[in-house]
């Protein structure tokens, strides 16, 4: 098993999520700390959001961790766990809700695509879109 960082980097699937993550000096963080739960937009997920929000979050130290932590929860929570949680807080400091739907598992009524990826300080859950707190969906309004 290796760290939250080196399984995303051992993917391939996962390069503008990480690209965000050195932008923020958040590698140390996925490396070594935790337990944490990642919910990690894709390479695909990425392709709906505009280069130039992108560019917006990158340039904003602020905005940047909080995109960022808004993904991530402390402690592990499987899939299995997660049919039975409806909210868990995020490391920004909001909420995330957990939906069991026809499709499958939604937070924030984004799908989880690819589930448990067990690493050896935490787990990632793949997600079909970049997650955005309350609050930078208003600000981004």
């Known amino acids: 098993m290796k760290s939250i960082l080196a399984t995303l980097q051992e993917s391939g699937s996962f390069a503008t999520f990480l690209d965000l993550v050195r932008a923020a000096g958040m590698e140390e963080r996925l490396s070594t700390e935790g337990p944490y739960t990642l919910f990690v937009p894709d390479d695909d997920a990425f392709r709906a959001v505009s280069g130039s929000e992108l560019d917006t979050i990158r340039r904003d130290a602020d905005r940047l961790a909080e995109t960022l932590n808004y993904h991530i929860v402390p402690g592990v929570h499987s899939m299995i766990d997660l049919l039975g949680i409806r909210t868990l807080r995020s490391l920004q ?44 969906r208003a600000a981004a309004a």
């Open 93 to 136: 400091g909001e909420d995330l809700t957990v939906e069991v739907a026809s499709e499958g598992v939604l937070v924030n009524n984004v799908l989880v695509v690819e589930a448990d990826a067990w690493c050896t300080n935490g787990i990632c859950h793949a997600v079909s879109a970049l997650l955005l707190s309350p609050v930078a």
